[in-house]
């Protein structure tokens, strides 16, 4: 008799979100292989070469070890240097804020791990993300997980049609809570690991020693001004910097003072109390919709940040740009960031935070 089970490829990083996908995957009758992004195999970073971590890509041979299924680790390091660390550094060189993890998932794990897939003859690709693909007449909608505080839909915003035909997110209908138990209950060897907030790339989180070694043009020092015009600092370079930061200014105002413009073209920070770091109305590039393109004005629930709360906002679209308007301004609107679109918990699509009009 011949094995008709769908086989599926699944993003495991080690971690106990990925190892409880596979875990669920296989109990739905697919056949699943395992596989492990990794960068810097040898020389400096080799501490650093896993999702994680060197031990990061030990557990997730553990969990493929416990799930009885294949596992191989790909060097992705090649891909990661072309799509994320250079856009990664070319932002930071211009004063922007840019999230990595967007582009990675991009370009890395829906688009190189999904070739990798399909050289597998996998008819899917899955993840440990917290998020839900809908298909519906006219395509596929990326939806809000169940679990709110977890859901990581603004970090696929730029998922096309063809990725997300190919894509499966086991955990949509889970709570965080709910993927620890099942762990527990499969008895996955990485049950109760703690979550990672590092970016993959960057040793120890280390983002201002990164940035030191690979663009040193834009670490130099500049003025800090006031909301009056005069110099009242020097900082140590604009790539250390960002929208709405407070920390480590050192500037005495007899009341907290916040970064609220950064100019990369005179290499100046301005400063101001924390009502001028809120803005209504800003700029955007790289416009992408998840299905069908809108080329008119519309009013969308926005983002501008991952941890930000959606707020209501008119968009008015012109090509791969637009302007947004936000109903009650923002703190913090950020270049580099991206404000990504919603409708009833429905992504809708994002774009990249070009300028703050001011």
Do not use: W
């Not at 370009?107 to 999904?114: A, W």
């Not at 603004?154 to 949509?172: A, C, D, S, V, W």
């Not at 005179?266 to 803005?279: C, D, M, Q, V, Y």
């Amino acid at each position: 008799m011949i094995n008709m089970k769908k086989r599926v490829v699944v993003g495991i990083s080690g971690g106990v979100d990925s190892a409880v996908a596979a875990a669920l995957l296989q109990l739905k009758g697919y056949e699943v292989i395992g596989v492990t992004m990794c960068f810097n195999l040898t020389g400096e970073g080799r501490k650093k070469i896993g999702c994680c971590s060197l031990q990061g890509i030990e557990d997730a041979r553990r969990v493929a070890h416990k799930l009885g299924i294949r596992h191989y680790v790909v060097n992705m390091q090649k891909a990661l240097e072309e799509h994320v660390i250079k856009d990664f550094l070319h932002e930071y060189s211009l004063g922007r804020t840019p999230n990595p993890c967007v582009v990675c998932n991009q370009y890395l794990k829906f688009g190189e791990l999904l070739k990798k897939a399909h050289v597998l003859d996998a008819q899917f690709l899955a993840t440990g993300h917290y998020a839900r693909i809908v298909k519906t007449a006219s395509g596929y909608l990326l939806r809000k997980a169940k679990d709110a505080q977890k859901d990581q839909t603004y970090f696929l915003h730029r998922l096309n049609q063809e990725q997300l035909k190919y894509t499966l997110f086991p955990l949509g209908n889970y709570t965080k809570e709910e993927v620890r138990n099942l762990a527990r209950k499969f008895q996955l060897p990485v049950a109760e690991k703690k979550a990672s907030q590092e970016i993959c790339f960057l040793p120890g989180d280390d983002y201002r020693t990164f940035l030191k070694a690979r663009i040193s043009h834009a670490m130099t020092p500049g003025p800090i001004v006031d909301n009056e015009g005069k110099v009242v600092g020097e900082h140590k370079g604009i790539a250390f910097y960002t929208i709405g930061q407070r920390e480590g200014l050192k500037i005495a105002k007899g009341y907290p003072v916040y970064i609220n413009r950064i100019n990369p073209k005179t290499n100046t920070i301005f400063i101001g109390p924390k009502t001028e770091a809120f803005k209504r109305e800003f700029l955007v590039k790289d416009l992408h919709f998840s299905a069908k393109p809108i080329k008119k004005k519309v009013a969308f629930q926005v983002k501008i940040r991952y941890n930000h709360k959606v707020t209501g906002a008119e968009i008015f679209p012109s090509g791969n740009k637009a302007k947004i308007i936000f109903k009650k301004p923002q703190f913090a609107i950020t270049p580099g960031q991206s404000a990504v679109f919603y409708s009833n918990g429905r992504l809708v699509g994002g774009a990249t935070i070009d300028r703050v009009i001011e």
